[in-house]
Structure formats: C-alpha cells, structure tokens
C-alpha cells in the first residue's frame, strides 16, 4: 500500500495514472450532477415554508462542504510536503487552491441569492456567511502569497506553514464568529441522531454532494497534471513526452 | 536567557535612537481615532457606542504597520542568516524579538487608551476593561503577525500581502475584545471574555514562535 502510494508520487507515474483515472472522475461527476440536478429541481417537492427557492440549497450547501474540505486538503497536503517534501504534495496543495476558493465564491453567491427572497438582504452579517467570507480572505491569503514567492518549492513550503496556521485558526474563527452573532439555520445533515430533512430533499443533496467532490478530484488532476509539467520541463520524461506527441 | 536578555536591550536600544520609529504608530492610532467624529458626526451617545470596536480596529492596523519591520532590518543587515547558525533555539529567538516588539509598539499603545478612550467619551470601568483587554490581546497580534512577518520577509513591498495574511488571523481577537468591551459597557462581567483572550494568547505564545521559526527558515534557504 505505501510502496504503491510511493510510487504514484513520482511525477511521471502521476502524470499517466491521472490521465487514466480523469475521464472517470469527470464521467462520474457529470453523471451524478446531472443527476442530482434533476432530482433536485424536478423531483423534490416544494418545502413547506420555502417554496422553491430553497432549491439552491442543492448547489450551495456541497460547495460550502468543499470550501471546508479543500482547505483541509491543503494542509493536510501542505504537512506531507514539510515533512516529506513530496513534489507531488506541493503541486496538490497549490492546485486546490484556486479550486477552494472558487467553491467558497459560490457558496457567498448563492447564499446571498438565497438571502435575498429569505431574509429580505443580499448580504446580513451572520455568523456562517461571516466565517465563509474569512475563509476566502484565507484562500487569498494563501494564493497571494504564492505568487509572491518566485521559487516553486519554497513558495510550496512557506504556502504550507501559512495553511496549517489556518487550519489551527478555523475552529476558533468559526467558533468565535457563531458566538458573535448567529441568524442561519441550524444544521440540518450533520446533526447527531436522525436527519431533519425528508429522503426526497436528502437524496439529490448527497447525490450533488459527491458530484462536487469528484468534479473538484477531476479539475484537480488537471491543474496538478498542468504544474507537474510546467515544473518538470527540464526533466527527461516531460520532454520524451513532448517528442511523442510532436 | 543571557541572549534573550541581549536581543530585547538591543531592539529597545534602536528604537530608543530612532524615536520617531516607535512614535509614529502611535500618531497614527491618533489621527485615526479623531477622524472617526469627524466623519460620523461628534454625537457622544453614538460615539460612546462604537469607540470600542473603533479603538481595536485601529489598534489591528496600528500593529500591522509596525509588523513589517519585525524583521526586515535584521534580514537586511543579514543578522537574520546569523540567527539560524547561533546554538539557541530559533523559536526562543524569535519570541524575544516579538517581546521587544511588543515593548514597542503595543505597550505603548495600551498606556495611550485612556486618552483616546476619553477623547471618545468611554467611561471609566470601560476604559479599565479596554485597558485589560490590550493587555492580553496585543501579544498575540504581535506573535501571530509574527508568523506572517517571517513568510514575507524577503518580499521587497510585503505591507499589503503581510495584512491578506494576517488581519483574518486577527478576528477572533477583535470578536472577543470588543465583546467583553460591550459587556463592561453594559455594567456586564466580562470575565469570561477575559479568559479566552488569555486562552488565545497562550495558544499563540506556544505556538506561533514554532510556526514562524519554520517560515523564516523555508523563506531564508
């Protein structure tokens, strides 16, 4: 398992199993969004209290789930490239990055759209809107600082340390944000004990939420695929490749 | 010790031969400060009201301007390259220099708040709880800006990146300062608040030396 793992860390061996493995993932995430599209607008019935326009719940709760999800991705990457120095750990953190941030923009978005026929507001400071804003600041933060920094490897370390800096600091911000002020409702997936949305809602929103994921691992695999190359350029395999395809 | 005890004599030292250095943030948390009635209107009920929040945002800026000499002057003078060569512990090094810059700017800042909190009409107990709140929380702005200070220390003009790093670092300190600011406004215990700003602040003080020990050698190589 860790030989294999090792292995796939070499950035050829990257290289050709990504290209393998990406029309699946892009396969399966057209698959289950489309999917999760129809069921959501066409399947699910209307709610009670929200009429349609709770519909965009089905976009905006995966992307805030994988706003969260790529920031861990990064640190978690971002601590295998201190320790290890694994290239492909680097190219991984970097390539999320601007990935993360776009989920945490459409979250904003379609929270604020959301917001408007709900709340009567495009924007209220609540406390999860709030700590999502913070959270782009942090995504910006980290891409800023990555393209302050002209070498690749040590902008990747340096942009690693500020990620697990973050991440010690999101529970707290999160945390300190919900006591400042609090207006979004409760959660309704997560909580202990059985989930307070019916089957036909919980369906599409799962079915939305893996889509996301696998669309985020597919975009992923070319971003990553794209650096591995751009910082491979002098490398004998790049330019074997290069060959091939003239 | 002996070289904890050397490295704060000689950054008090240089900023005792470059007054102005240490001056001018405190000017600017003035000229701040003064700007907000002008802009707002001088209702005092009103001012009343939000100098807290006012006086804390300033302060975040305050220390952000001073946080990108931390360790600029040293890396220029290639003080900073000895660093990583002498026998100590760089994290002890370098929660030294954020003591000698806490001395500096914060302090400093913490003694001008009952002048700025009369300007803004606060009233006694509030200004004592303000007072409080300095305390613990400007040592973790100074370590936590320290780990952003040592990201961008190569950078030629790191100010504006330096405060994307750091200012949302800052939140929950701004949250839970201006909260316990509220509560003693309200005649409130603030005590709770208290405990947490502490809680942060030794969160930072174990922490943050370590994390920006590890930036300054990633940036330095």
């Known amino acids: ?246 | 010790m002996l070289i904890a005890n050397s490295i704060v004599a000689r950054d008090l030292t240089l900023a005792l031969r470059r007054r102005s250095r240490v001056l001018q943030p405190l000017i600017f948390t003035l000229i701040c400060v003064s700007l907000f009635p002008l802009a707002l209107g001088a209702e005092v009920n009103m001012l009343t009201r939000i100098a807290p929040g006012v006086f804390w945002v300033i302060a975040l800026l305050s220390t952000q301007l001073t946080l990108e000499n931390l360790f600029q002057s040293d890396y220029e003078d290639g003080c900073l390259e000895q660093w990583m060569l002498v026998p100590y512990p760089l994290p002890l090094l370098i929660a030294t220099k954020v003591l000698a810059h806490w001395l500096i700017s914060a302090l400093p800042l913490i003694f001008m708040a009952p002048l700025i909190g009369v300007l803004l009409g606060m009233s006694a107990p509030v200004i004592s709880a303000l007072m409080i709140t300095l305390l613990l929380g400007t040592p973790v702005l100074s370590l936590v800006g320290a780990i952003g200070a040592a990201l961008t220390v190569t950078q030629r003009r790191g100010g504006v990146l330096l405060s994307l790093l750091v200012l949302p670092l800052y939140i929950p300190v701004l949250i839970f300062a201006t909260t316990a600011l509220e509560q003693a406004a309200a005649g409130l215990s603030y005590a709770p608040h208290l405990y947490l700003l502490g809680a942060l602040a030794m969160l930072a003080l174990t922490l943050a030396p370590l994390a920006a020990a590890a930036a300054l050698r990633i940036t330095l190589e």
């Open chain 1, 1 to 246: 398992m860790f030989n294999a793992l090792h292995r796939l860390s070499s950035p050829p061996t990257f290289f050709a199993f990504a290209g393998r493995v990406l029309p699946w993932l892009m396969g399966g995430a057209l698959l289950l969004i489309t999917l999760g599209v129809y069921q959501g607008l066409v399947v699910a019935p209307p709610d009670y209290q929200q009429g349609d326009s709770y519909r965009i719940m089905f976009v905006h709760v995966p992307s805030a789930w994988m706003s969260l999800f790529i920031y861990m991705v990064m640190a978690g990457a971002g601590v295998i490239a201190l320790v290890w120095r694994i290239k492909l750990a680097e190219v991984i953190a970097s390539a999320s990055a601007p990935i993360g941030a776009s989920f945490t923009f459409l979250t904003l978005v379609t929270g604020s759209l959301w917001g408007k026929p709900m709340w009567g507001a495009w924007w209220v400071w609540d406390a999860r809107l709030t700590s999502e804003l913070i959270l782009l600041f942090l995504y910006l933060g980290y891409m800023g600082l990555e393209s302050a920094i002209p070498d690749k490897r040590s902008a990747a370390r340096a942009t690693a340390i500020l990620a697990l800096v973050g991440s010690v600091n999101i529970p707290i911000i999160h945390f300190s944000v919900e006591w400042w002020n609090t207006l979004h409702q409760g959660a309704t997936v997560t909580k202990l004990g059985a989930p307070s949305i019916h089957p036909s809602m919980l369906l599409p929103l799962l079915l939305m939420a893996v889509g996301f994921k696998l669309f985020y691992f597919a975009s992923l695999l070319v971003r990553a695929r794209c650096q591995m190359l751009e910082r491979e350029q002098r490398s004998s395999w790049v330019s074997a490749l290069v060959k091939e395809a003239i």
